[in-house]
């Protein structure tokens, strides 16, 4: 009987040790990384009126749960209590870690002090992305403490852990080296698509681009970064209170990038509901800054919205759209992670350790997959701009077969005309050069008439040269060559000619140049000499200046009595009203005239 009474008891006991909950947590110098919240109690304080011994008097309700989730509840204030117990001989330091950056009024109480933290109250001397509390033990003392949690704006979600210090600095390390790595490979490749949109202009890119800022600064705000290194008090509060316009940037890249990347145009009835969809987003957005008309559980009028673009992606890809299913399988990712971090913000479920960083994890691997998909993108751009460019070019070449026939036919019908336009302007200078000679074998002064022959004759054996070459490079030395033949059968005095050319003018330069040289050489000709005599001709080019040499070692000439012959008022029109040069005359005892213009 005696041997079931005490196992009776013990069995009484044990069930005594299973259903009362023990007080506190015993904690030794090697205790850490222990959640907090499932030995605590919790206390909700609907208005957020009570004082911290206004709440002693309360009964605290028992917790389970390593991490609660209130959702949006601006009135509300989580109380939560613990009791920690040094069971050593030693005096113990600990930190307890909140472990949410964006909750914005903490209050943390113990019998000596108490402390003001959270996101709208970080102190200067914090170095940790979450807030943390330093507690002190002395030997085999028992503390009971209390933390007060309250946001206006942001979702309130309380997880506490007790780490030593050495622990929690590895621990905070680890965590900011995993955000570091997310950032970087989030802004390498917001520089990499940047730089293809720059270079191909497609819009997909740019929306793409401001998706991925959205995201680097939706995140940095998230996760605390923002406000623990980059924003003042201040802009902190001012930021939280109108983070529904961050959250709307997002979603309306999202869209933007969805329609332009599925060329959702041809399928109207979606592609109207994302239309539609950029417009209330906004609206409801401002609406909700500051709690102004809805609180931010207006969040949950998003999840359809969420739907609606994963829908739009699979309805894509059932029509054929190659792109559409590297999006499908990377916005699958991104909207599972929204819709679980939604409903965890919303309070309807709770977070646990397996979707702590799923936010991070689907946005990078979605940042792959839609880089992955953009370059597939200019792949298959590629390709059709090949197609194109091939048909393009097999239209081009059908275009010039029959502009090329088209023209040959034309050329050849201007080739008949041109010969008979060449035909009929020789056969015109010719009957002209005939007139002329009729003339002088009647005319009892005949010097002026070949002095018009020979200006006659020295265009038209240009024009003749011109015909021959088919081309508008004519040797320059050959041309004064042969004005010089034909001036030169027309005396019998024993001339020597003497050529000195080192440049090839152009046609226009030659014609004038040729003019010049039949009325200088002519003169040369009838009045430097008796018998015989030199004639030096020089031409070259120095610079920018053509210098045009003729001379004569004769007799030279009066320039008073001659200023005024025809032939040197011709080369003086020619040189400065045509060549725009200059030019100069030597006559004594020899004839030198030196013209120089700029080419």
Not at 182 to 194: D, G, H, M, R
């Amino acid at each position: 009987m005696s041997f079931f009474m005490l196992k009776y008891k013990m069995i009484l006991f044990l069930l005594i040790i299973i259903i009362i909950p023990i007080s506190a947590i015993e904690i030794e110098q090697n205790s850490t990384n222990i959640e907090l919240m499932p030995i605590s109690k919790i206390y909700i304080d609907s208005k957020n009126l009570l004082s911290i011994d206004e709440v002693k008097e309360k009964k605290f309700i028992k917790n389970s749960k390593p991490i609660i989730s209130m959702g949006f509840n601006p009135s509300w204030a989580l109380w939560i209590k613990f009791t920690i117990k040094n069971k050593t001989d030693k005096k113990l330091e600990k930190i307890i870690e909140y472990a949410n950056p964006i909750t914005e009024d903490i209050l943390f109480f113990d019998k000596k002090k108490t402390i003001i933290e959270g996101s709208w109250h970080i102190p200067k001397s914090r170095k940790s992305i979450n807030p943390i509390f330093h507690i002190t033990l002395n030997p085999y003392e028992e503390q009971t403490y209390y933390i007060k949690v309250h946001s206006t704006i942001s979702t309130v979600i309380a997880q506490l852990i007790l780490y030593n210090s050495d622990d929690f600095i590895y621990h905070d390390f680890r965590h900011k080296i995993l955000i570091v790595i997310f950032f970087t490979i989030i802004i390498t490749l917001l520089i990499y698509n940047f730089f293809i949109y720059f270079f191909t202009k497609d819009r997909a890119y740019l929306y793409y681009i401001l998706y991925l800022m959205a995201i680097i600064i939706n995140e940095s705000t998230y996760i605390g970064v923002a406000q623990l290194y980059i924003l003042s008090p201040f802009w902190t509060i001012i930021i939280t209170k109108y983070i529904m316009i961050l959250i709307a940037f997002l979603i309306l890249s999202v869209i933007q990038f969805t329609r332009e990347f599925l060329q959702t145009k041809q399928f109207k009835k979606i592609d109207t509901l994302l239309k539609n969809s950029i417009y209330l987003i906004p609206i409801f957005s401002l609406l909700s800054c500051n709690n102004f008309l809805f609180n931010s559980n207006i969040i949950i009028i998003f999840l359809p919205l969420a739907i609606l673009v994963i829908f739009t992606g699979f309805y894509a890809l059932w029509h054929d759209v190659r792109e559409a299913k590297f999006y499908v399988i990377g916005w699958s990712l991104v909207i599972l992670s929204l819709i679980i971090t939604n409903l965890q913000t919303l309070g309807i479920i709770d977070m646990n350790y397996l979707v702590k960083y799923i936010n991070d994890v689907s946005f990078t691997a979605e940042a792959f997959l839609f880089s992955i998909a953009l370059a597939h993108r200019i792949k298959i751009t590629n390709k059709k701009l090949l197609t194109i460019q091939k048909q393009e070019q097999q239209r081009l070449e059908y275009l010039v077969a029959q502009k090329t026939k088209e023209l040959n036919i034309a050329l050849e019908k201007r080739e008949l005309l041109y010969k008979e336009l060449n035909h009929r302007v020789r056969n015109n200078f010719q009957m002209i050069l005939s007139m002329v000679k009729l003339q002088i074998m009647k005319s009892k002064n005949k010097t002026e008439l070949i002095t018009i022959k020979d200006r006659i004759n020295s265009i038209y054996r240009l024009y003749e040269i011109l015909q021959i070459n088919q081309n508008r490079d004519i040797d320059t030395k050959s041309y004064f060559e042969d004005i010089i033949n034909n001036i030169s059968k027309g005396f019998t005095k024993d001339i020597n000619i003497k050529y000195n050319i080192d440049y090839n003018l152009e046609i226009e330069e030659l014609l004038y140049c040729g003019l010049i040289l039949n009325e200088l050489v002519t003169n040369s000709f009838k009045y430097a000499f008796d018998k015989k005599g030199d004639i030096y001709i020089y031409l070259y080019k120095k610079d920018n200046g053509v210098y045009f040499t003729i001379y004569d070692n004769g007799k030279g000439f009066s320039r008073d009595k001659n200023s005024n012959s025809l032939g040197l008022l011709i080369v003086d029109t020619l040189v400065t009203k045509q060549l725009l040069g200059d030019w100069k005359i030597e006559s004594k005892n020899h004839t030198k005239i030196e013209i120089t213009w700029i080419n």
